[in-house]
């Protein structure tokens, strides 16, 4: 009987990721992360593997996460970047870890309950596509996987949907099955993002002025990394709505403008990882998408280098904001992404 190594979180769809595992004839192996705070899942993890029947151990990640995962979303939000940790936590403590225990046991995979499909293609790579159900779909949290983590990788949630998934949670008798989906990161706990920089950051964000596109001087902010690009809320009265169009950190400064000033088509993206592990040698045409919830839109991609791509959007673009995600699409299968570093009013000739 083949092993695998399951990140178990105490919800309803890592439970479930166990069950199906098991009746596809996999040992399971549980394993849940102390990331944060206390240990307040222990007993309904325990509880889920002892109405599954297999093991489950519990491993304290608080320090790595702290260094890998948390003080660089501090760092990010300081610099006037708006960060997405969650992307960077699975590569580098979700699938560390599970890779690390599934060695330590002799198991050949490792699975999580992320609503994602795996394929092997005909060259024998490992793709990584939406999953079935769009609306729950979490590939773009994957885009910095590996070839060497996918090829043991199994996630066998990526052909339901989350009701179909709840309601083999009731046909088994798991408590879990009514769990509520958790809707924040899970270092913030509900807590307000600029609250929790408040509380942990060493030092505190600062004020700063507010100008508006033409230069005039509208007020003050109350810090940087309390706002992001698009943002309205906050902002100085005004006859018509004002959102945020940059972060200048430069001189400290927010810059604010109306819906007509906020966009562009053309930005660049780095620490770009290629799920092939190859980068493309000419320019070539995929969707983008620029946040989790965003909607993909077509673009050209132009490499800088294996780990820095031009994109150039087929339309404008309102919330291109520096330190997030932008994930490269071919219809529905997951090519690669990086971080957005530069809207298009930073680049250089050389680079355009």
């Known amino acids: 009987m083949k092993k695998v190594v399951l990140a178990l979180s105490g919800g309803v769809d890592s439970a479930i990721a166990a069950h199906l595992l098991q009746k596809e004839g996999f040992q399971v192996h549980g394993l849940n992360l102390l990331t944060w705070g206390a240990d307040d899942q222990r007993e309904r993890v325990q509880e889920i593997a002892d109405n599954l029947s297999f093991p489950v151990d519990f491993l304290d990640v608080r320090e790595a996460f702290r260094n890998q995962v948390v003080q660089p979303f501090i760092d990010a939000y300081l610099d006037g970047l708006t960060p997405s940790p969650c992307v960077f936590c699975n590569r580098q403590i979700k699938w560390s870890a599970i890779l690390q225990k599934a060695d330590e046991i002799e198991a050949e995979f490792v699975a999580t309950g992320h609503y994602a499909r795996l394929k092997i293609a005909e060259n024998g790579l490992s793709e990584i596509w939406k999953a079935a159900d769009l609306a729950k779909d979490q590939s773009y949290m994957l885009t910095f996987l590996t070839q060497s983590m996918l090829r043991r990788s199994l996630l066998p949630l990526g052909e339901y949907t989350k009701p179909q998934i709840r309601q083999l949670a009731v046909d088994i008798g798991l408590a879990v099955s009514d769990q509520p989906d958790s809707q924040d990161l899970c270092f913030l706990a509900c807590t307000d993002y600029r609250d929790f920089l408040r509380q942990h950051a060493e030092q505190a964000p600062l004020p700063g002025p507010i100008y508006h596109v033409d230069g005039r001087l509208l007020g003050q902010h109350q810090g940087l990394a309390f706002y992001t690009i698009g943002q309205r809320k906050g902002l100085p009265s005004s006859t018509e709505a004002l959102y945020v169009t940059e972060k200048r950190t430069a001189d400290n400064s927010l810059i604010v403008g109306f819906l007509k000033d906020l966009g562009a088509t053309t ?83 050389h680079e355009l």
């Open 267 to 349: 930005f660049l993206v780095d620490q770009v990882n290629w799920i092939s592990g190859q980068a493309p040698e000419k320019e070539i045409e995929l969707d983008v998408k620029i946040r989790y919830k965003a909607l993909p839109v077509v673009a050209q991609l132009k490499p800088q280098s294996d780990t820095r791509v031009l994109v150039t959007a087929d339309q404008p673009l309102r919330d291109i904001t520096p330190g997030q995600i932008a994930a490269f699409y071919h219809g529905e299968q997951l090519m690669g992404g990086g971080v957005i570093i530069d809207p298009a009013t930073t680049l250089t000739e």
